[in-house]
């Protein structure tokens, strides 16, 4: 596509149930990065997929935050019982140098 | 450790009046470093980059950044804002050993006056 996307664009959910977002990368792109935006914390990076290599998932917060990218493309990112203080935008980038990242318009994540 | 400090949280200019938006970083290694803007409720649009070379670099939208070695800053500046300028504004180090991966500062939002 032109750009990445993201869907859903706003979520909200029960405490202590799993999400699952998704991210479209632009087509080509190669690395793949999810973002998590929040009030308290600012721009966070949580995972990085490049190609066939294993991800970097050094920013994940916790074991509940999951992700994985099939075929190289489509990326989701996965929370499981999730708690209040996972309420932030998740934004999806991808690059293809890995120097350059196009951002996706995020999934707003409510906990209630 | 890497990091990326934005010394203003809210800065207000007059609509037409010169803007420069602070950027300091720590990093071990000639940085890669970028401005990203980003408007209420959408993702982060790419103002301008710095790679190698030129210290001044442009960018849309009419904004212009000067990378400075010696203070370990990289300045975003706009001689003339618009009211469509109010936004927020990050700035970021890339870590190319890392895959690309950046690091943010904690942003700077931008009002403008009319």
């Known amino acids: 596509g032109a750009g990445v996307s993201q869907s859903p664009s706003n979520k909200v959910t029960e405490k202590g149930k799993d999400v699952e977002l998704r991210c479209d990368p632009i087509s080509g792109h190669t690395a793949l990065y999810w973002y998590r935006q929040s009030l308290g914390q600012g721009l966070e990076f949580l995972i990085y997929f490049q190609g066939n290599s294993a991800p970097d998932k050094s920013g994940l917060p916790s074991d509940r935050f999951s992700a994985e990218r099939t075929g190289g493309s489509v990326s989701t990112l996965t929370i499981q019982r999730t708690q209040q203080e996972d309420s932030a935008v998740y934004l999806c980038?991808?690059?293809?140098?890995?120097?350059?990242?196009?951002f996706g318009q995020g999934t707003r994540l409510t906990v209630v | 450790a890497q990091s990326v400090t934005q010394p203003d949280i809210h800065i207000t200019v007059s609509e037409g009046a010169s803007l420069e938006l602070r950027c300091n970083y720590s990093?071990?290694?000639?940085?890669?470093l970028f401005w990203y803007v980003q408007s209420p409720g959408q993702g982060l649009q790419l103002l301008l980059k710095y790679f190698s070379g030129d210290t001044l670099v442009q960018g849309i939208k009419g904004f212009e950044a000067e990378f400075k070695r010696s203070q370990s800053s990289f300045n975003l500046r706009k001689p003339s804002v618009h009211w469509s300028d109010a936004a927020e504004y990050f700035c970021a180090v890339g870590l190319y050993n890392q895959g690309g991966k950046l690091i943010f500062g904690q942003g700077t939002e931008l009002s403008v006056k009319p």
């Open positions: 990093y071990g290694a000639t940085p890669y």
């Open positions: 980038a991808s690059s293809i140098t890995g120097l350059e990242a196009f």
